[in-house]
């Protein structure tokens, strides 16, 4: 479709659409240049540096936490210990599958909403 933001997008890619942030920014500042009137550093290109090195510093956080979830030692220390309720088939703790077998009004409100909590 002519005028949507793809073709916007080609226009100043020559065709290879999104890269990676880096290789966007290195466009950006070949598009706009990296100095102010004064030769200093533009704002701009010091906002992009900064987008850039955040953006490096969340993909390998995410990394470590992506390879921390992997190796969970919690699953050793607190074991899922929870069972299935015969009505609803979630998987709930076996002390609040109790309460629900001995109060009937939770029963029925957990059924109805999923919740023991009221609405308000």
Do not use: C, H, W
């Not at 510093?57 to 990394?63: F, V």
């Amino acid at each position: 479709m002519p005028g949507s933001s793809k073709d916007f997008l080609d226009m100043f890619t020559g065709g290879q659409g999104m890269g990676s942030l880096e290789e966007n920014a290195l466009m950006m500042n070949k598009m706009n240049g990296t100095t102010d009137m004064m030769g200093m550093p533009s704002q701009g290109t010091q906002e992009l540096a900064q987008n850039v090195e955040q953006n490096e510093k969340t993909a390998i956080l995410q990394k470590v936490a992506n390879f921390l979830n992997k190796m969970n030692p919690f699953d050793r220390l607190f074991p899922d210990n929870r069972v299935e309720d015969p009505v609803s088939g979630q998987k709930v703790n076996p002390d609040f599958l109790k309460l629900l077998q001995n109060r009937p009004d939770l029963r029925e409100r957990f059924d109805r909403t999923g919740s023991i909590y009221s609405d308000m």
